[in-house]
């Protein structure tokens, strides 16, 4: 079932144990507190939350709304961020990579002025700090096997990627969808329940034509 959805105001999470955020040594070329990694990660299943399978399909990026990123510990929106990209230009302190892996990140923090950025940049670099999180809408999706007890959600296009977080400590690996709070776990169970009462409407409908096709033919 393919489906395209507007959910402006129904962010989404997820988090991964993704392994691949690490310090920079810094060099000439590149002074200063840098950390890299990959916070979005393509055909890897995860389980929300035991209601759906999901995987983001590669390719899913592109031409989505990376117009301004920043850079958070555990989604603290109304902190400062740590980073940001901003049309992803030079200048911006975080630089952001659409590849066939999926959404990769460079990060230069300022740990002279910022006591979180300090913390953050000393705990990846310790390498205590190996997941990463990101929130998002969806442009384009596919659900399958909606009559079964575990459908699959197929991610085909992002809407928009509205921020990145390092976590300190995530509850599960990456093939796991991490604990979110209750609004977002609203939102995936009202797409869940959108799709598969799409489905059935389509059934229904399937079935009525078939009914009618039968009673003009006998007629």
């Known amino acids: 079932m393919n489906k395209q959805t507007e959910q402006k105001d129904d962010r989404l999470k997820r988090y991964y144990e993704v392994q691949e955020i690490r310090a920079i040594e810094p060099t000439d070329d590149e002074p200063g507190a840098l950390i890299e990694g990959l ?4 055909e890897v299943e995860t389980n929300v939350g035991n209601w759906f399978k999901e995987i983001i399909k590669r390719g ?5 709304d990376l117009k301004d990123v920043p850079l958070f510990i555990h989604h603290k929106g109304q902190a400062i961020p740590l980073a940001r990209s901003r049309n992803n230009n030079i200048n911006s302190t975080m630089q952001l990579i659409v590849d066939d892996r999926g959404l990769s990140f460079k990060a230069k923090l300022d740990v002279e002025n910022n006591a979180e950025a300090k913390a953050l940049y000393s705990a990846v670099k310790r390498q205590d700090v190996t997941g990463m999180s990101f929130s998002f809408t969806v442009k384009e999706e596919k659900w399958l096997n909606l009559n079964t007890d575990l459908p699959t959600r197929e991610i085909n296009k992002f809407n928009k990627i509205y921020e990145i977080s390092a976590l300190w400590s995530p509850q599960y690996e ?3 969808i991490m604990a979110r709070d209750e609004a977002l776990d609203s939102a995936d169970k009202l797409a869940l329940e959108n799709a598969r009462s799409e489905e059935l409407g389509s059934s229904t409908e399937l079935e009525a034509m078939k009914l009618k096709a039968q009673i003009k033919l006998k007629g």
């Open 39 to 42: 916070a979005i990660t393509y």
């Open 174 to 176: 990456e093939t796991n």
């Open 60 to 64: 899913a990026l592109d031409g989505a």
